[in-house]
């Protein structure tokens, strides 16, 4: 973290707690895969931007990928598009979209 900056660290087992400038380094063990961080509020150009993901859009909606182009559209996740029927995306493709983004292993550097 660059000098003169504080963060917040939340941590499954582990102590809400600030630290300052430096090196962290933090072993957690989780009941869960912390990799799997795509869901149904990230956003579409986010989902577009991974192969995984994009492949799962285009295998079950090929136009959603035109859509996430758009700078407006690209800032909307799954469920806001679930919730704006008029976009001409219906819930249901919508929902398998989001349950097979939600085994993708996303790993971050």
């Not at 957690?28 to 859009?57: F, K």
């Not at 090929?62 to 469920?79: D, K, Q, T, V, Y």
Request: a negative charge; charged letters at 25%; glycine letters at 10%.
């Amino acid at each position: 973290m660059p000098f003169g900056c504080r963060a917040l660290v939340r941590l499954e087992g582990i102590e809400e707690h600030y630290v300052d400038a430096g090196k962290h380094v933090y072993e957690v063990e989780s009941d869960h895969d912390l990799r799997c961080i795509l869901d149904g509020d990230t956003l579409l150009r986010d989902l577009a931007a991974n192969p995984d993901a994009r492949l799962i859009i285009e295998r079950n909606c090929p136009s959603m990928i035109g859509f996430s182009h758009g700078i407006e559209n690209g800032a909307l996740s799954l469920n806001r598009i679930m919730r704006m029927p008029y976009l001409g995306f219906d819930s249901e493709t919508c929902g398998k979209i989001i349950d097979g983004i939600s085994t993708v292993k996303v790993y971050l550097p």
